[in-house]
């Protein structure tokens, strides 16, 4: 991103109007030192953040109940397959913004559209490993139990929806953008559902006991 964005200097225009004025506002204008530095700023941020986190959050909630298990390496891995499904998206947004200071054509849409396929594919490795781990007791233990299998199968219906968006976009199919709207929620409504069902469902534990 940062060798784009220094090829394309020479070539880009001082700003860009990203939106026309018009009724209560203005124009927005975009210089070129922003649309230049931000995006791989913002990418650095990011992975500079999601590698401090895990450690964070586990000092922080060192106080919770033991049965809540919480796995540093585990939240590493799921910021892990965040980070490379942002990732793409990053650098195709940083693309376009560039295109649009130089003139060159790029097709932001259909370019953005295969990211957020991969995006979708990328979370969906990761999304079984961000299911709540530990032992409870009464309705919050099936609500947990219940959430394993339902992020596992969200995690398959993200990367089949994902891999979809991905090759319609890629192909220029208008629809792609539905596929990744219903796969995604589809796949977290039967989390809702399913972890809704192991809570209700579960036996609560005998008075005598």
């Known amino acids: 991103m940062a060798v784009a964005s220094?090829?394309?200097?020479?070539?880009?225009?001082?700003?860009?109007?990203?939106?026309e004025a018009g009724g209560r506002h203005g124009a927005s204008v975009v210089p070129r030192e922003v649309s230049a530095a931000l995006p791989p700023v913002?990418?650095?941020v990011l992975t500079a953040l999601f590698a401090v986190v895990p450690g964070l959050d586990q000092r922080l909630l060192s106080g919770t109940p033991p049965a809540q298990d919480r796995s540093p390496e585990r939240?590493?891995?799921v910021l892990g397959w965040t980070l490379a499904g942002l990732a793409p998206v990053t650098v195709?947004?940083?693309l376009g913004v560039l295109a649009m200071h130089t003139g060159e054509p790029f097709p932001l849409d259909r370019a953005m559209g295969v990211a957020l396929g991969l995006l979708l594919v990328a979370l969906g490795v990761g999304l079984p490993l961000a299911a709540p781990g530990g032992r409870f007791s009464g309705r919050a233990e099936g609500f947990r139990a219940a959430q394993g299998p339902a992020y596992?199968?969200?995690?398959?219906l993200l990367v089949l929806a994902g891999a979809v968006t991905a090759v319609a976009a890629g192909a220029g199919a208008p629809w792609a953008p539905v596929v990744a709207v219903v796969g995604t929620a589809v796949a977290f409504g039967q989390v809702v559902l399913r972890a809704g069902r192991g809570a209700l469902t579960s036996r609560?534990?005998?008075?005598?006991r």
């Open 6 to 19: 220094v090829l394309a200097w020479p070539d880009m225009a001082s700003e860009v109007v990203t939106r």
């Open 42 to 44: 913002t990418l650095l």
């Open 75 to 77: 939240a590493r891995r």
């Open 92 to 94: 195709v947004l940083h």
């Open 152 to 156: 596992r199968t969200a995690g398959l």
């Open 204 to 208: 609560r534990p005998s008075p005598d």
